[in-house]
């Protein structure tokens, strides 16, 4: 039902804007999100020739390794180093010089403001590393990086369990709506009743970081394969007008600004 | 008036907080957001030695190249780079194995979807990067990001001016109160009356990226010369019992969340 609300909220939204303007502002926004393809060349070293040679892995022992360095070194890097760990042994270079654990930083949404699940960013820096920006010609990365913000916005968190858990407890499941850390930890606390520095939420958090690193790693892999689809249907300047996540009255409730748009 | 409105919130909602839980779950936060120091090693490469050698660069000629590279890799790469692009020709490695332009997906608050605003984002990978995370020892970098999210959601931006701007419109400034990409797009975009697509507040937001580049390199030549000094008093999870921005009521009114909190 919550989630049924939240679907007829966005519609609504959506047909406003489009109310409000006529049609959406599609070409315009596409202009700086789509553009300058032909003016874009690589200025770094040698790391900055996409895509990084890629062997395929398995899903669940990334997520394993996920889980153990959410201990150590917390969501962000604990998704980029379950992948690229692997990738130093099976590949070695460009994997071995990238400083991973630099992206500490990424926890709690940022050094703990909150923002964008650590998970999720170190989700996207993986991709972006490996099949490149979408101004050096690969879209993948880009898309990848889309498809896990919805796929994590929409999944049961946390959903991976690992073989042997720091905490036996069972834990809820919740649902963010949302890929920021403040609104997918928030949910959860409510319904499980756990505070921010119990064990309980610290494992979810490990939890998390597995399951995207899990996801991540099947979408990489059916890259690796040629079989990659992109999943994600959320195109938040196209439809919005501003850069934006795909539920704007969850926030804003029914005060939900109104962005300037292009004229026709 | 609005800023002291803000204010006001704030402190009513700490307080508030405080009053419910007797005292604030500070111990129990920090145990996450401080520990696991003598845990914590380095897996990587030859890159994560920190902290990378650094030698002081000028602000505005900072700034300018941000500018500039606003309009070839966006936001959040343009920050980095204006800095590495730099440090290549003075120090080298490990600068030139450095992606940077894997880094365009933090364009738009992360490929369009409104969270953190890439220039902070840069910014913080720029400092944990160079300094390197706090498990490895030096907090610094971790500090310097929460300065730059504070310094940043109270600056009235655009502040840096290019010496030959690509738009010549004299653009207003405005004040984010937040650190995300579309909270200071959209208010920028509310007082100016332009559009996403606008050459206005494309060159806006090259400017913001500019500005950032700016201070975060006052911040690093401070901390190079030793006379670096931790600016950021927000302390979301200590003072909130959860990952957060200062200001809970902008997005949420009246009906802020409550955590669970920490037993006493």
């Not at 505070?195 to 059916?222: M, Q, T, Y």
Request: proline content about 6%; glycine content about 10%; hydrophobic content about 40%.
């Amino acid at each position: 039902m919550e989630n049924q609300d939240k679907t007829c909220h966005n519609l609504t939204r959506r047909q406003m804007m489009i109310g409000a303007t006529g049609v959406l502002a599609a070409g315009t926004a596409l202009t700086q999100f789509g553009g300058l393809l032909k003016s874009a060349h690589a200025v770094g070293g040698p790391t900055e020739k996409w895509p990084w040679s890629y062997e395929k892995l398995d899903p669940a022992k990334t997520a394993e390794i996920a889980y153990e360095e959410w201990y150590r070194v917390f969501c962000g890097a604990a998704v980029i180093n379950s992948v690229f760990s692997q990738l130093r042994a099976k590949v070695g270079e460009p994997y071995t010089s990238f400083p991973v654990d630099s992206f500490v930083f990424l926890e709690g949404g940022m050094v703990g403001w909150g923002m964008t699940c650590g998970s999720n960013a170190g989700a996207a820096i993986v991709a972006n590393l490996i099949i490149g920006p979408r101004i050096a010609g690969g879209t993948e990365g880009h898309q990848i990086s889309e498809d896990i913000f919805q796929w994590y916005s929409e999944a049961s968190m946390p959903i991976f369990v690992p073989k042997t858990p720091k905490v036996t407890t069972k834990l809820v499941r919740t649902t963010a709506e949302s890929p920021l850390c403040h609104v997918s930890v928030g949910k959860w606390m409510k319904a499980s009743g756990y505070p921010i520095g119990s064990a309980e939420r610290k494992d979810r958090c490990a939890r998390v970081a597995a399951s995207v690193a899990f996801h991540l790693v099947e979408l990489l892999n059916d890259w690796k394969d040629g079989k990659y689809k992109h999943a994600a249907t959320h195109k938040p300047v196209k439809e919005y007008g501003i850069t934006a996540q795909m539920n704007c009255m969850e926030c804003h409730g029914n005060d939900v600004p109104t962005p300037p748009m292009a004229k026709k």
